[in-house]
């Protein structure tokens, strides 16, 4: 049953595992024989606590997400728990550390190629967005700068179109005044 639930709940299996009694042979590796057993449970204790808030406690892949620098933490942690001899005789805390750790830095690793592509693709985002702005502003100036030319070209032709309609005024008037000129010239001979 244990070896499901910590394929199926890794961390549910690790919360049991942890709230098991601690074993009651202290290890005898590296522990003289003024050893403390106050000591040693105390220390357990603390690491048990330490591996309940930032572990157990907390969504782990939420925390992870929000501040990736957390996993460093996290390792330092789960390293500091494996080489502890205070763990050493609690062989399915360990094997179940031994198992996270991996698994930890994998999601951290996870987690940071993730931010640094979004980071990329915010740059990426940025400069498109620059590039745009500085296309549609040569895009805008050239606008500008054809209706500028436009208007010119109008004025000029509104101007020459002035010019040839005063030219056109003025030839008219001076047809009209060829024109009673020459009817005062035909009156005068019919009057003969």
């Known amino acids: 049953m244990y070896s499901q ?16 009694q601690t074993p009651t042979s202290l290890p005898s590796l590296g522990y003289t024989k003024a050893f403390n057993p106050d000591y040693f449970h105390s220390a357990q204790e603390n690491f048990l606590k330490k591996l309940k808030d930032k572990i157990l406690d907390v969504d782990l892949f939420q925390v992870l997400q929000e501040d990736i ?33 991996p698994l930890l830095e994998q999601i951290s690793q996870l987690l940071f190629d993730k931010q640094h592509l979004m980071e990329e693709l915010k740059e990426r985002r940025g400069l498109q967005q620059h590039h745009f702005d500085e296309y ?8 500008e700068h054809h209706e500028r030319v436009v208007t010119l070209e109008r004025v000029v032709t509104l101007g020459n179109l ?28 019919l009057r003969i």
């Open 5 to 20: 639930l910590k394929t199926e709940d890794p961390l549910t299996a690790l919360k049991i595992i942890t709230m098991s």
């Open 69 to 101: 620098q957390h996993s460093s933490s996290l390792t330092i942690l789960v390293k500091t728990l494996l080489n502890s001899l205070e763990f050493a005789a609690n062989t399915s805390l360990l094997a179940f550390l031994v198992e996270f750790a």
């Open 136 to 143: 549609v502003t040569v895009k805008l100036e050239a606008i």
């Open 162 to 189: 002035k010019d040839s309609l005063v030219l056109e005024e003025e030839i008219v008037d001076l047809k009209l005044e060829i024109c009673e000129s020459l009817y005062e010239k035909l009156k005068a001979n």
